[in-house]
């Protein structure tokens, strides 16, 4: 093995720092997506040279190559990975997989929880209203998902609003916005330099759910006032804690100027995709993978060159 192993360990961190503008410039859908995807395959890539790093201590080890037919001596001599390097992939490895685990776990049994309580809330219909004082609205999935909004929610707004907010969930809901949000978590759970890239697709998928209200609509003035006031009567009438797999009009945990920018973007035109961008974004997806398989080709040779048997 190579220098290539290395780079796919330290592109997810590059893509950290890159996802919030990217999020915030291109197209909301396509942000989702082109997120979504790349964190899944930097984590994957990532992992995968983790991988190679430990296999390539291992094997070194006289008590598996002596096992399996491999030279030693060979595997020290031609591969230049430390014993620091390999010694560190392992641990790291074991460390991303149990908590990659760990989350799947716990969000499937989320999960399995969120559908149950939907098809516990009352009525048949896909959007229910409670006698909750405080302002709070938010989708649940499930089979069927189901809308949740509270009367504080609705007093707040004029009927204009209402029908924004309850567009805006639609969104989240007839989109499935919360497999992207659990699949950019997953990412971020097994390499944490993922992590901006998680809280950008949060903030992706409230911008996608803003835009088809807009369009919805035909008012993006209307659907940036709602959002605003949906934020100063949650924010009056602290409201509940949203439930651990449901996405409401203010995100789950907002980042700081999350909603401001929201506003400000609805009262921008409709967004476009800028293709440096994108060109930009792929090309960083691509090292990783192209690395990780160079990686990978790298230390099936060197198996090949130390096989004695």
């Given at each position: 093995m190579h220098l290539a192993v290395y780079p796919p360990l330290l592109l997810p961190a590059l893509a950290g720092l890159s996802a919030g503008p990217l999020a915030r410039r291109l197209e909301p859908r396509l942000a989702t997506w082109l997120l979504t995807v790349a964190g899944l395959v930097l984590a994957l890539a990532g992992t995968v040279a983790l991988g190679l790093l430990a296999l390539a201590g291992l094997v070194r080890l006289p008590m598996f190559s002596g096992l399996d037919g491999y030279s030693p001596e060979v595997l020290?001599?031609?591969?230049?990975?430390?014993?620091?390097?390999?010694?560190?992939?392992?641990?790291?490895?074991?460390?991303?997989?149990?908590?990659?685990?760990?989350?799947?776990?716990?969000?499937?049994?989320?999960?399995?929880?969120?559908?149950?309580?939907?098809?516990?809330?009352?009525?048949?219909?896909?959007?229910?209203?409670?006698?909750?004082?405080?302002?709070?609205?938010?989708?649940?999935?499930?089979?069927?998902?189901?809308?949740?909004?509270?009367?504080?929610?609705?007093?707040?707004?004029?009927?204009?609003?209402?029908?924004?907010?309850?567009?805006?969930?639609?969104?989240?809901?007839?989109?499935?916005?919360?497999?992207?949000?659990?699949?950019?978590?997953?990412?971020?759970?097994?390499?944490?330099?993922?992590r901006p890239l998680a809280a950008a697709v949060a903030f992706s998928v409230e911008r996608w759910a803003d835009e088809d209200a807009a369009r919805g609509t035909g008012d993006r003035r209307a659907v940036a006032e709602t959002v605003a006031r949906a934020a100063v009567?949650?924010?009056?009438?602290?409201?509940?804690?949203?439930?651990?797999?449901?996405?409401?009009?203010?995100?789950?945990?907002?980042?700081?100027?999350?909603?401001?920018?929201?506003?400000?973007?609805?009262?921008?035109?409709?967004?476009?995709?800028?293709?440096?961008?994108?060109?930009?974004?792929?090309l960083l997806v691509a090292m990783s993978t192209v690395c990780a398989l160079d990686a990978s080709h790298d230390l099936h040779e060197l198996l090949e060159l130390a096989d004695v048997r």
């Open positions: 020290a001599r031609e591969d230049p990975a430390a014993w620091p390097a390999a010694a560190a992939g392992a641990v790291l490895l074991v460390l991303a997989a149990s908590a990659t685990l760990r989350f799947a776990v716990r969000r499937a049994r989320a999960l399995w929880s969120a559908a149950l309580d939907a098809a516990c809330l009352p009525g048949r219909d896909a959007v229910v209203v409670t006698e909750d004082r405080r302002a709070d609205a938010y989708t649940v999935p499930g089979l069927p998902g189901r809308i949740v909004i509270s009367h504080g929610m609705l007093d707040a707004l004029d009927p204009v609003g209402q029908d924004i907010i309850l567009a805006h969930e639609k969104a989240h809901l007839d989109h499935h916005h919360y497999a992207f949000v659990a699949f950019a978590q997953m990412s971020a759970a097994a390499n944490p330099f993922l009567a949650t924010k009056r009438t602290s409201a509940g804690r949203l439930p651990d797999t449901a996405l409401g009009a203010l995100g789950r945990h907002p980042a700081p100027g999350a909603v401001p920018r929201r506003v400000a973007a609805l009262l921008q035109p409709a967004p476009r995709s800028p293709v440096h961008l994108l060109l930009i974004a792929g």
